[in-house]
């Protein structure tokens, strides 16, 4: 994920106050979402644009606007003098696929975006969970933003494009793929290749990687994963430090091997390798204890040499580190669904957030404070309509933020979010030369209202 400037946290005092700017962009764009989820579409069926990604070529898609009322408090560093900013993210996103004989299978993912902003912080940024352009573990530059302005960017590029082969003992993916490992929900120790943020609510499309993969099947449930990722390094603040269309570096690369088996209804996983920026040693269990599921997660981070933090700053923009995630969680029948997890994150520096903060910022860890556990409760009120509440909580601060989501699906191939980001915490200072001084995790971000309608084809 990539945030150019933080976030930080609101009350929820201030959704009085914005009332009334909060109500002009949401209302339109569910009158929109409206229009669209009344067309004449079957509700019982899906439709596709053209053919059958099953056979030799088939072409579908999904088109997605996602509107934010961000609601910002009283710093100008972070805020000039803005109240309020707005922004509006129109994604098209094009599928082509298809097998052409029974052993190959293909995928090219064709993504048009046009995001509007009135402060053009968060355009490309997934951190609302609106996916960008993530830049690490590619060394293919395969993105056109074809029009750009002080508040708006419209670019165009390739989300995925690979070619899978299904041999007789293995089979062999390379291109621009998904890779997910780890079965957490919140925090992924595991899952290094562009993982989703845990805010993030629009998780249809996980952003792929420029890789060469094998999977060798050892038996039932039995497998090993062989990963070849090309990427560049990245700066500080998530830019490209070499120029060119395509490039690659050993330290931005990935060479990873992964074993996992099931044992006593247990799924284990033990993986390692060199990763962006260093090297990894972890492993994963998942089963269940009577009715609840299980998940746990660890791996220990080895740093290469990193360039330092930025002045005035001490310290490297990536350190050695151990993470680990404890989680449990249980469905009943009555869809009431409950999770929870508790994540520790040796490479955040609850006394140091400052730092923490950059580090986040540019990528490289996955939260800023140490101790954090996340909570989530859904239930479905009917068939079409879900509710959902999240709450993630830092121990060191101490902050938090809760995030409301209703889900309205009125046919199989249109969807309807409707939620908030609320955050609570010491909100950032300036120390008396003037440097910003972070103060809490979720007290830096500010609190956002969105609306996102989502229309498959």
Known sequence: MRCEIPKTGGKIPYLTSHLSHLVTPLFRGLVVALIFAALPVNPDSAWALMGD????????????????????????PFFDDRNTDRTSQNVLRLIAAGRPTEQ??????????????????????????????DTRYRSLDATWDWYESSKSLASLWLDRFNLKAALANADITVGRQPITFG??????????????????FDRDYKAG??????????????????IS??????????????????????YGSALLARTFTTFQGWDMALQGGKVYSGYQLGGGLVGEIGPVETRAEAAYFWAQDSEPLPFPLEG???????????????????????????????????????ASFVRFGSGNILQMSRNLTGFLISYEFEPIITGQFTALYS?????????????????????LILGASINFGDRPTRDSSGQVKIRSEFGTFPDFYFMQFKLYF
């Open 316 to 354: 490297d923009l990536v350190e050695d580190s151990f993470t680990g995630v404890l989680g449990f969680g249980h469905r009943f029948e009555n869809t009431l669904t409950l999770e929870i997890e508790h994540f520790y994150n040796g490479a955040g520096d609850s006394n140091d957030l400052d």
């Open 53 to 76: 990604t099953e056979s030799t070529f088939g072409l579908d898609g999904r088109l997605s606007t996602t509107n934010l009322l961000i609601d910002n408090y009283d710093f100008e």
């Open 209 to 226: 990687v420029d890789a060469l993969r094998m999977d060798i099947p050892l038996g039932s449930f039995t497998g090993i994963n062989l």
């Open 104 to 133: 190959l299978h293909y995928e090219v993912h064709g993504v048009q975006s046009y995001t509007y902003s009135t402060s053009r912080r968060e355009t490309g940024s997934s951190l609302f969970g609106t996916s960008g352009t």
């Open 395 to 415: 121990w060191d601060d101490p902050s938090a933020q809760i995030q409301p989501i209703i889900t309205w699906s009125p046919s199989n191939n249109t969807e």
């Open 183 to 200: 079965k957490a929900y919140f925090w992924n120790p595991l899952d290094i290749f562009l993982p989703f943020d845990p805010r993030q």
């Open 229 to 250: 990722v090309a990427g560049r390094e990245l700066d500080y603040s998530g830019n490209y430090v070499d120029d060119g269309t395509l490039n690659a570096s050993w």
